[in-house]
């Protein structure tokens, strides 16, 4: 059974669909702390390199998702799902200008699912 950690709403493929038609390869990260931190922020993959403390959860479509370590430390018995809703993203997150913005959902993993996980 492969479980995923992070996953993408149908909408949220269309936006990031969209906006790598206008800047190219994009990547998700997950920081946790206040404000824009708060929400998955989306860069171009030319402007954002992972640090070593980061977690690489999975791709939404085949753009990576990372998530700070001390934030998986809250989250890693949860699916995160992302998802699109009406809004303004985050200053520096590329959906900013689009009128919309990445938010996370989540569900706890059932036993099942954990038990699959190779970091329980």
């Known amino acids: 059974m492969h479980v995923e950690k992070v996953k ?3 909408v949220t493929l269309d936006l990031i669909n969209h906006l790598k038609s206008k800047h190219g390869p994009v990547i998700f990260h997950q920081s946790g702390g ?13 402007e954002f390199n992972p640090g ?34 009406k809004g303004r993203g ?3 997150s590329l959906e ?10 989540s569900r706890v993993f059932s036993d099942e699912e954990r038990a699959h996980l190779t970091d329980n």
Request: hydrophobic share 30%.
């Open 8 to 10: 993408a709403t149908e």
């Open 34 to 46: 206040c404000c824009d931190g708060s929400s998955p922020m989306c860069f171009s993959q030319k």
């Open 52 to 85: 070593r403390h980061d977690i690489y959860l999975g791709d939404l479509g085949d753009a990576p998702f990372y998530i700070s370590k001390d934030q998986y430390e809250y989250w890693k018995h949860t699916q995160l799902i992302i998802d699109v809703v």
């Open 90 to 92: 985050g200053m520096f």
């Open 96 to 105: 900013n200008p689009e009128g919309k913005r990445f938010l996370v959902r």
